[in-house]
């Protein structure tokens, strides 16, 4: 069989051929190296044929997927296998179809038996689907080898190069002989990328060298396995005065047959390799004509397409292709040596590409948005059809990058593990965007950068809208830069900068941005993006109040701004100006804390001895069933009732009922405390029998008071804010105003002061009749006769 193309396979089984029977050692070796799980498992098998392999793992108590490119074999597997249960039969090329057959199910096992020589771009295919195992699985390459292999028949098998090749980036590869052929049993489909050093001729000189960035139109990325055992993409010295892009497009012929139809330096990477300085361009290629072959097999044994998120999963990359991919996608390879990175400031088109499984789960993620009511126009509608979200996070594989739900990519984190960049989930976005009311042509500031979110509102606003995005961390906004680049509108302009302060001046139209969001988590709202902001624009912010965040929308009018919609939310923290340390006091050695969110933090004294003594506990009468939201609750008891903190559990110590790492409302007194939890008061099978009470426990002396006090604004939240529904909770009247403005001036309502802004907060029913309000203005006590 030394045909490879789909119409002859189609023939070869029509015809009634086979293929190589499973052997009784193949046998041995799936019972010994993939055994069933207990609990049942679930297999892949990759060009099935007609399907002897898949009815064997049915056998031994696998649910298969057998797949195969040829639609006359997977006639005959059905046909000869009908008495057998548990396999599914696919018609599905796994290198070049879409993986949507396979929903997006997990495997204990995926076997390619006799196949991946067949295929391609190997290594994208077999991590692409190890990153479908279930913890632990495996993936079973059995493989014919060149050695054993004549010449005519040698595209069926691989050399040892080839394998070598293979094998990179699995954390555990053992390699076991099965007479005449090898079974490679691969586990932890990503062991990392290793920059890698090749050796560097003697010279007193520098060296300087030209590297192709070449994607097809799948949006992936050209790399060759070089003989030195090493992934590497195209390019080479400069030779003479040649200009740098043209090196960067000669090298690309040369070894690849590939003809540039554009190219532009992107930027020039400088470092040293054992003592020589080494001077890099990085040189983006527009597009591409020809056909790829392996040029100079004397350099290299084959070149393959990668996947953008695959990078950081390749193994040996040279190191100075790896920078050069990190300088193009930042963040794909991390833990990379120091390099120091000339950007060339030039105008360089969006280079186009993607697979068509983008485009199919970016259409799902769209309509799971749409279908859960969170973009109700047809802007912004259009700009989750359209907009390449996986482009902006090109770390994350299509599945995590055009997830619908509540996930959002995480793209940077500080040396603590914390995140403090991310893509957020598509349907936060596309709300706070709907809040923003956009108008063609509108000019909009974003604080936060990361691209994504700034071109689905600049597809809003249009042609001739515009977006500025503005962030401090000088990594975030190169990359923004970057992707903007690569996949941008060109109507977005990423600034490095202090948020907090705005965007410059000279950036900011005549009469304020139209509409500003902010993609960060905000203690205070900076005056500045009052004051940037057009009358009557719209400004979007995850706002914390006593802890608890909600999206905000604001209107602007004159120097105040009116809420008019919440959405809970919760965002990665301030880094700016506006970065706020909350006061947090130990107890008990840290085992507990209390927090003090909006203010400094009280005096403790006596309080782990109350907490020691006896507990007071009033039950407040109000329940809830499972599903019930209660998000409302917090916020209305952190805006209304006076020293108000969290208290959190870090560890079970017994001494109250808060789960570990979980926090309740809380309220302090003089060596006293108030916290909220609740009890399960009716239990049942199902969810919609179950129910629970708000209780409030208290200690210390002046405990009872305290819990009264809490008891009382549950209550009054279960009688005014509450509702069955639970998105028809009633939401304050909220307005922010300038700091310097005093009492007399504000509005009636419960009053949240922070360093730049006081909040007034109108809660229905707050009319004075509950216990000691939290900070009330002189209208409302002249008002509810409270003092």
């Known amino acids: 069989m030394t045909y490879t193309v789909r119409d002859q396979w189609q023939k070869h089984y029509s015809d009634g051929k086979n293929f190589r029977r499973l052997g009784e050692r193949e ?44 639609d006359s074999a997977i006639a005959r597997a059905r046909e000869e296998h009908t008495n057998i249960e548990g396999v599914r039969w696919l018609h599905l090329d796994i290198e070049r179809d879409g993986p949507a057959p396979l929903d997006d199910t997990l495997y204990d096992l995926v076997v ?70 090898a079974a490679l049993v691969l586990r932890g489909p990503c062991a990392g990328t290793v ?62 047959g590939l003809h540039a139809t554009g190219a532009s330096v992107v930027t020039i990477l400088t470092d040293a390799a054992q ?156 709300d706070m965007i709907e809040h923003l009311h956009l108008k063609p042509g509108a000019i909009v500031f974003e604080a936060g950068s990361g691209g994504y979110n700034a071109e689905l509102i600049a597809h809003v606003a249009g042609p001739e809208g515009r977006v500025v995005t503005v962030d401090i961390d000088p990594w975030v906004v190169c990359r923004t830069r970057a992707f903007l680049t690569e996949a941008g509108s060109g109507r977005v302009t ?25 993609t960060y988590n905000c203690w205070d709202i900076s005056p500045a993006w009052r004051e940037q902001l057009a009358e009557g624009g719209r400004l979007v912010l995850p706002l914390e109040m006593g802890g608890y965040t909600r999206a905000i929308t604001f209107e602007r009018h004159g120097e105040v701004l009116h809420a008019r919609h919440f959405t809970y939310c919760g965002f990665v923290r301030d880094q700016g100006q506006q970065a706020h340390a909350v006061p947090v006091v130990p107890l008990f050695d840290g085992a507990l804390t209390l927090r003090f969110d909006d203010g400094a933090a009280a005096d403790t004294k006596g309080l782990e001895e109350a907490l020691r003594g006896r507990r007071h506990e009033v039950t407040t009468g109000v329940t809830m069933g499972a599903n019930s939201y209660f998000g409302s609750l917090q916020l209305y008891a952190a805006t209304t009732l006076p020293a108000f903190c969290r208290l959190h559990a870090h560890q079970d110590t017994g001494l109250t009922a808060i789960t570990k790492d979980r926090d309740a409302p809380a309220v302090l007194g003089t060596a006293s405390l108030a916290y909220l939890t609740y009890v399960q008061t009716r239990h049942g099978e199902c969810p919609e029998d179950k129910e629970w009470e ?62 730049s802004s006081r909040l007034v907060f109108r809660w229905p029913g707050r009319d004075g009749h509950i216990p000691a309000p939290a900070r009330r203005t002189d209208t409302v006590a002249a008002t509810t006769g409270e003092a």
């Open 494 to 518: 990423a600034v490095e900068a202090d948020a907090a302060l705005g965007a410059p001046a000279h950036l900011v139209p005549r009469s304020g941005f139209d509409a500003s969001v902010i």
């Open 694 to 755: 708000w209780v409030v426990h208290a200690f210390g002396e002046e405990g009872p008071q305290l819990a009264e006090q809490l008891a009382a604004t549950v209550r009054a939240w279960d009688r005014h804010v509450r509702a069955d529904d639970n998105d028809q909770h009633a939401d304050p009247v909220l307005t922010v105003h300038p700091a310097d403005t005093p009492d007399h001036l504000l509005p009636a309502g419960d009053v949240l002061d922070k360093a």
């Open 27 to 70: 046998r041995e070796l799936l019972a010994e190296h993939a055994p069933v799980p207990e609990a049942g498992g679930r297999a892949l098998d990759v060009s099935c044929g007609t399907g002897e392999l898949a009815a064997y793992l049915a056998g031994l108590g696998y649910r298969v997927d057998a797949c195969e490119f040829a």
């Open 195 to 256: 920059a890698t050093e090749r050796s560097v001729p003697a010279t007193g000189y520098a060296v300087a060298g030209a590297l192709a960035i070449v994607t097809n139109e799948h949006g992936r990325v050209l790399l060759g396995w070089s003989r030195r055992g090493m992934w590497e993409i195209p390019g080479g010295k400069v030779e003479g005065a040649e200009p740098l892009d043209e090196a960067g497009v000669r090298e690309l012929a040369e070894e690849t």
């Open 275 to 430: 003592g020589v300085p080494r001077l890099t361009a990085v040189i983006r290629i527009a597009g591409v004509t020809g056909t790829l072959i392996t040029a100079e097999p004397e350099k290299f044994t084959r070149w393959e397409w990668h996947d953008p998120h695959g990078l950081g999963c390749l193994g040996p990359v040279f190191t100075p292709s790896a920078q050069a991919l990190n300088a193009v996608w930042p963040g794909v390879i991390p833990g990379l040596p120091p390099v120091h990175s000339y950007p060339v400031a030039a105008n360089r088109p969006p280079v186009p590409g993607e697979p068509a499984e983008a485009v199919r789960r970016r259409q799902a993620m769209a309509q799971t948005v749409i279908g859960r009511g969170w973009a109700s126009s047809e802007p912004v509608r259009s700009a989750l059809r359209t907009v390449p979200r996986h482009r902006f996070a090109p770390e994350a594989n299509l599945a995590v990058a055009y997830d619908g739900g509540d996930r959002a990519v995480i793209t940077r984190r500080d040396e603590t593990g914390t995140a403090i960049s991310s893509v957020s989930a598509a349907w936060l976005q596309a």
């Open 112 to 181: 390619f038996r006799l196949s991946v020589a067949f295929l391609h771009d190997r290594m994208r295919v077999l991590h692409a689907l190890g990153r479908r195992l279930r913890e632990g699985g495996t993936v079973l390459v059995i493989t014919p080898l060149a050695a054993h292999t004549s010449a005519e028949k040698r595209h069926i098998a691989l050399n040892e190069d080839e394998i070598s090749a293979l094998t990179c980036g699995w954390t555990s590869v053992q390699r076991i002989a099965v007479g005449d052929l």
